[in-house]
C-alpha cells in the first residue's frame, strides 16, 4: 500500500502514532494472481555464470526490475524467480548490465520514483545477489530534471563505469531537444560527476544522441549523433575523473550518417561504421578504422570503405574485431521492411583488404530482435531470429569459420519457434562453461512476455529445455464470487482464460492466515471443450467444503448449468455433478440456498424460446441427487416479459425465498416466490408469488434479506420528481404474512438520490442498508443506515457518510462487525489525477460512538483508510463478515497490468485482471520514526508457463 505524502506529513507532526494495520500482508494476499510480463533487458557473462537482468511482472502495478544469474548447469543462482533490483513505487525499467573482473555484476536502470520523469539507478551486485553499493536499493546515478533514458553501460580496466545516455533536459517548447550525457562511477558506486550527469557535445544545444560506448585503458570513447544543421556522427571521449576529451568544434570529427551506426573496440584502435545516404532512400553501409586519437588507420580514411551498397537500405548491425586480428561486419539489406532483412558477413584485414564475403547467413528479424554473437576460438557464433510472412518467428544459431566457411548447415539450427508471436534472442559465453541463450517469447492475446534461458549445445542446439526464467502464464479472471465457509476459511470461485480463448473455472480456499489452501492461483474445476459463461456460484455446504455451479455450452448446442459439491480440501464429493438444461440459454447471477439437511436449492433464470427470462429452482440432496419430479420448478410470469432473478435467501422453516422483478420494462413490479423442500409453493403461496409495486412506475434492483420475523426485501422506486430514486423495504413471512404492512416503507433519508444499494444483516436480528447517492453533486457518496428487524432505525441521524473526501465513492459493499456497527469498502477515484486510478478504500463505522470507529486505539480516518492503492485498478470490492468482528476484503486487481498510469509506450491495452483478497481490521501500532511505518512487503510466486 502507498503511503502518500499527506499520511507521510501525519507521521512528521504526530511522532507517536497508532495505525492501522492488516492481519494480512499489505495490499493483499494473492487468490489468483499471474500475467508476470519478462521484458528482455540485458544478459551478460559473469565469471562461469550467465547475469540476466529485466524488467517485468507489473505485480505491483508498475514494471520492476528483477534479476538473476543462472550457472552453466542452468541453476536459477538467485532463486527460482529471481531477486527484485528495484521495487520501488511507480516504475523501473530498461536495465543494461556489465561484469567486472571479479565476476560480480553491474545493473544501471531507468526509474520514475521521483515522478513522471525518468532518473538513472545503478547496483553492483557480488555472485550471491548481495548488493555492494550502498544505499541497497540502489545508488541514484543521475537525478535531475525532466528524463534521462536510453543508457549505455561500458566498464574500463579499472573498474570505473561509464554510463552515457539520453537526457532532454534541454527541451524548451513542443519539440523535444535532445542532449548527450554522461556519468562515471568508481568501483564503490560514488559518482565522478555532479548528480545531474556531464553533458558530452556542448556546441549543439538539442538532438545529440549517445549510441554506443567503448572503453580503452581508463577513459571511454561515446559514439554520438548530433544535427549541426543534417545529421553527423561525433566521437568523444570522458576519462575516469569525468573530463572531456574534445571539447573544442576542431577536435570533433563529423561523418554524413544515415541509420545503423557502430564503434567497436580494436587492440590498436576503434571500428567506425555506420549508414551513408546514397540516394533519396537507399544508403550505403560504410566502415573505418580509427587510432585512440580518432585519426584514420594506415590505409583508411575519413570517407570510408563501402561494405555494401545498393537499392535498398545497408546497414552494419554488427562490427567487431576477430581472435586472427582482422574485422568481421554483419550487413542487414531491406528496403522498408526490417522484418525481412538479409544477413550477410564480411571479413576485412586492419589494411583495409576484403579477406573473404559476403557470407549469407539467412533472413533476420531486426526490428525488435538484433543479431547477437560470441567468438569460439577463430569460429564466429551467432543467433538471430528470423520471421516469416505468416508471422512465425524462429530463433537460429550459425557457426561460422575463420575461412567463412558455414559450419552448421547452410540454414544453421532451428532452437526455438513461436507462431504468431515475436521472439528475440542473445547469448552469452562466460570465459569457463558453455554459452548460454537468453530467448525472450513474446506477446499476442493470450501469451504475455516470457524470458527463457538455455545452455547451447556443441552443435549448436538447446542442451535440453529452456529454463523458465519470468514471465506470463496467465490472462485474466472474470466474475469472481466468494463466501465464508467456517469460521476461519473463506471460498472463491471464478471463471479464467489462463490457457485458451476459452474459460476454465477456477476456485480457491484461504485460511484466516491468508495462505492458500489449494494451488497457487486456484484449482482448475472443469477443462472443458465447452464454451463458459456467466458468473460461477459458490455456497458453503456446511462441513468446510462447498458447492459450487458454472455454465456451459453443450455439444449439442443446449446449454447447461452444472453445480458440483466438493469437500474441505476441495476435491469433488459427487461422481457427476447436477444439471439442468436450457434451450436457448441461461441469465444472470445464480444463487445457492443451504437447505437444513446438508442439500441446496439452486435458483437460476433460463431463457425461455422466446428469449424471455424464466425463474428456475431447483434442489439437490447432500448426495447430489435432485429430487423434486420434473427436477425443477418454474416460475413463468407474463407471457412475453421477464422474471428477473434478483436474489434468493432461505425461510427459516428449511423453505427458500426468492425475490425477482416481473412485469414489462414501462411497468416493472417487485415479486417474491416461495418454494418448500418438497418443492411446493406452501401455505399462502402460488406460481404467482408476491408483488409489490407502483402501476406504471420502473421499480428496480431487488435485495432480499433475512430477518427474524421473515424476509426482507429492499427495491428502488423513482421519486415523484427527477430521475433519482428512494429505497423502499416490506417484510415477508414464510406464510405469505408481512408484518410490516403490505405497502413497502421508505427507508432512505429525505432529500437522498439512490443508484443503488445493498444489504446487510447486522448480527443482531436487525439489518445493515447501504447506497450510493448523488445528492451531492456529480460525485457519488456512500451512505450507510442501521436498523432493526421492526424497521426502526437504531443510529442517531438514521445515515451517515463513510467518506469526507469529494470524490467518487462508488460500487460499494458492506457486512456487519457483530457488534452493531458496519464494515464498508468502495471504488475510490481520489488517487486519479492526469492517469486514471482505481482503489479500493475501506471505512469502519461505530454502532454507538459515532461515524468513524475507534478499536485498540485507533480512529479509522474520516476520508477512509486505503486497503489497496498500488497504481493502476483495484475494482469490484466484496466483504464477508469475519472472525472476532472483523471483516475479509476480495477485489479485483489489475496490479498485473499498466492500462497507462506510468508513462510506458504501449501500455494501454496491457490489462490483466487478478484477485486479490484482505482482512481488515484494528492493530495498534506506534513509531517515532516515520521509516518504521512502511507498510509491510511480500513477494508473489510465478507460477512456471504453461505456452512454452
Not at 529445455?465 to 465457509?485: E, I, K, M, P
Not at 444499494?757 to 457519488?780: A, K, N, P, Q, Y
Not at 470507529?853 to 464477508?880: I, K, S
Request: proline share 5%; charged share 20%.
Amino acid at each position: 500500500m502507498i503511503l502518500r505524502l499527506k499520511l507521510t506529513a501525519f507521521v512528521y507532526l504526530f511522532p507517536a502514532l497508532v495505525w492501522a494495520q492488516f492481519q494480512w500482508p499489505s495490499d493483499g494476499v494473492p487468490i489468483r494472481q499471474g500475467a508476470h510480463l519478462g521484458w528482455s533487458g540485458a544478459a551478460v557473462a559473469a565469471g562461469n555464470d550467465v547475469a540476466l537482468f529485466y524488467y517485468d511482472c507489473l505485480r505491483d502495478g508498475t514494471r520492476d526490475v528483477v534479476g538473476n544469474r543462472i550457472s552453466s548447469d542452468g541453476s536459477k543462482l538467485w532463486g527460482d524467480h529471481g531477486h527484485v533490483i528495484s521495487d520501488a513505487i511507480s516504475e523501473q525499467r530498461a536495465p543494461v548490465a556489465a561484469a567486472y573482473s571479479d565476476g560480480s555484476t553491474l545493473v544501471v536502470w531507468e526509474d520514475y520514483s521521483p515522478g513522471r520523469f525518468r532518473d538513472i539507478m545503478a547496483q553492483r551486485y557480488d555472485a550471491s545477489g548481495t548488493p555492494m553499493w550502498n544505499p541497497a536499493q540502489g545508488v541514484a546515478a543521475v537525478q535531475t530534471f525532466r528524463d534521462q533514458f536510453d543508457v549505455k553501460l561500458a566498464l574500463d580496466d579499472n573498474g570505473f563505469a561509464f554510463l552515457v545516455f539520453t537526457d532532454d533536459r534541454l527541451t524548451d517548447g513542443p519539440d523535444a531537444d535532445l542532449g548527450a550525457y554522461a556519468q562515471v562511477l568508481t568501483p564503490d558506486g560514488n559518482l565522478v560527476g555532479p548528480s545531474g550527469g556531464i553533458q558530452l557535445i556542448d556546441r549543439v544545444q538539442g538532438s545529440n544522441v549517445p549510441h554506443e560506448v567503448v572503453c580503452e585503458g581508463d577513459r571511454a570513447f561515446v559514439l554520438c549523433t548530433i544535427r549541426d544543421p543534417g545529421l553527423q556522427l561525433v566521437i568523444q571521449t570522458i576519462d575516469e575523473d569525468g573530463s572531456i576529451g574534445f571539447p573544442d568544434d576542431e577536435s570533433l570529427i563529423s561523418l554524413s550518417d544515415y541509420g545503423q551506426n557502430h564503434l567497436a573496440r580494436l587492440a590498436g584502435g576503434l571500428a567506425l561504421t555506420w549508414a551513408h545516404r546514397a540516394g533519396e532512400f537507399d544508403t550505403d553501409a560504410k566502415i573505418t578504422l580509427l587510432d585512440f586519437n580518432l585519426n584514420p588507420l594506415p590505409d583508411w580514411n575519413l570517407e570510408g570503405v563501402t561494405v555494401a551498397g545498393g537499392s535498398n537500405t545497408q546497414a552494419v548491425v554488427g562490427v567487431d574485431e576477430s581472435p586472427d586480428s582482422s574485422v568481421v561486419v554483419m550487413i542487414a539489406d531491406y528496403e522498408a521492411d526490417a522484418d525481412f532483412s538479409l544477413l550477410k558477413l564480411k571479413k576485412y584485414s586492419l589494411s583495409g583488404g576484403l579477406v573473404w564475403g559476403p557470407v549469407t547467413i539467412g533472413q533476420a528479424f531486426l526490428r525488435s530482435s538484433p543479431p547477437d554473437w560470441f567468438w569460439d576460438g577463430d569460429d564466429l557464433v551467432l543467433v538471430y531470429v528470423e520471421q516469416n510472412e505468416d508471422a512465425v518467428c524462429r530463433v537460429r544459431s550459425q557457426k561460422v569459420s575463420a575461412q567463412g566457411e558455414l559450419l552448421w548447415g547452410s540454414v544453421g539450427n532451428e532452437l526455438w519457434m513461436r507462431d504468431g508471436k515475436k521472439a528475440r534472442v542473445n547469448v552469452e559465453k562466460p570465459a569457463i562453461g558453455v554459452a548460454q541463450v537468453v530467448i525472450l517469447s513474446g506477446r499476442s492475446v493470450l501469451q504475455p512476455e516470457s524470458l527463457f534461458v538455455g545452455a547451447l549445445s556443441a552443435s549448436g542446439e538447446l542442451a535440453g529445455d529452456a529454463q523458465f526464467v519470468s514471465g506470463g502464464w496467465t490472462y485474466d479472471s472474470y466474475d469472481a464470487r466468494s463466501v465464508r465457509l467456517d469460521e476461519q476459511k473463506l471460498g472463491v470461485i471464478w471463471t479464467d482464460s489462463r490457457s485458451r480463448l476459452e474459460r476454465d473455472v477456477y476456485f480457491q480456499f484461504i485460511d484466516g492466515q491468508g495462505t492458500s489452501l489449494l494451488e497457487f492461483s486456484g484449482r482448475k474445476l472443469v477443462s472443458t471443450s465447452l464454451y463458459i459463461y456467466l458468473p460461477p456460484a459458490i455456497s458453503s455446504d456446511g462441513e468446510g467444503g462447498a458447492y459450487v455451479a458454472w455454465a456451459g455450452d453443450s455439444l449439442d448446442g443446449m446449454v447447461v448449468y452444472y453445480v458440483h459439491r466438493v469437500d474441505a480440501l476441495g476435491h469433488e464429493v459427487w461422481s457427476e455433478p447436477a444439471t439442468v438444461c436450457a434451450p436457448v440459454g441461461f441469465y444472470g447471477q445464480p444463487y445457492f440456498v443451504p437447505d437444513d439437511r446438508g442439500g441446496v436449492y439452486f435458483v437460476y433464470n433460463r431463457l425461455d424460446e422466446n428469449f424471455a427470462a424464466r425463474l428456475g429452482v431447483l434442489h439437490v440432496t447432500s448426495e447430489g441427487m435432485m429430487d423434486w419430479s420434473g427436477e425443477y420448478r418454474e416460475f413463468p410470469g407474463v407471457a412475453g416479459t421477464d422474471v428477473l432473478l434478483g436474489g434468493a435467501i432461505g425461510d427459516g422453516l428449511d423453505g427458500v425465498t426468492i425475490a425477482a422483478t416481473t412485469g414489462p420494462w414501462y411497468d416493472t413490479q417487485m415479486s417474491v416466490f416461495h418454494l418448500n423442500i418438497l418443492g411446493e409453493y406452501g401455505a399462502g403461496w402460488d406460481q404467482d408469488g408476491m408483488s409489490f409495486g407502483a402501476a406504471g412506475e420502473r421499480e428496480r434492483t431487488p435485495r432480499l434479506t433475512p430477518l427474524p420475523v421473515g424476509a426482507l426485501l429492499t427495491f428502488e422506486r423513482p421519486q415523484v420528481s427527477g430521475g433519482t430514486y428512494d429505497i423502499k423495504g416490506v417484510v415477508v413471512g414464510a406464510l405469505g404474512e408481512t408484518p410490516w404492512g403490505v405497502t413497502p416503507r421508505r427507508l432512505s433519508t429525505e432529500g437522498s438520490a439512490v443508484t443503488r444499494h445493498l444489504v446487510s444483516e447486522d448480527g443482531s436480528g436487525g439489518f445493515l442498508l447501504g447506497w450510493e447517492d448523488f445528492r451531492g453533486g456529480i460525485h457519488s457518496q456512500v451512505f450507510v443506515a442501521r436498523y432493526n428487524q421492526n424497521g426502526i432505525a437504531q443510529w442517531e441521524g438514521i445515515e451517515r457518510g463513510v467518506c469526507t473526501n469529494p470524490m467518487e465513492q462508488g460500487f460499494m459493499t458492506i457486512t456487519h462487525d457483530g457488534i452493531g456497527g458496519a464494515w464498508v469498502m468502495w471504488e475510490d477515484y481520489r488517487n486519479s489525477d492526469i492517469y486514471p486510478e482505481v482503489d479500493v478504500y475501506a471505512q469502519h463505522l461505530d454502532g454507538e460512538t459515532g461515524f468513524p470507529a475507534t478499536r485498540n486505539g485507533f480512529t479509522w480516518p474520516e476520508e477512509g483508510y486505503p486497503v489497496c492503492d498500488v497504481p493502476t485498478y483495484q475494482q469490484q470490492p466484496q466483504l464477508l463478515s469475519w472472525a472476532n468482528g472483523s471483516a475479509v476484503a476480495i477485489w479485483k486487481d489489475l496490479r498485473s497490468s499498466n492500462p497507462g498510469r506510468c508513462c510506458g509506450a504501449g501500455a494501454v491495452g496491457d490489462i490483466f485482471q487478478n484477485i486479490y483478497a484482505q482482512v481488515l481490521s484494528e492493530t495498534s501500532l506506534s513509531s517515532s520514526e516515520p521509516h518504521e511505518l512502511s507498510p509491510v512487503t511480500f513477494d508473489l510466486t510465478v507460477s512456471p508457463n504453461p505456452f512454452n
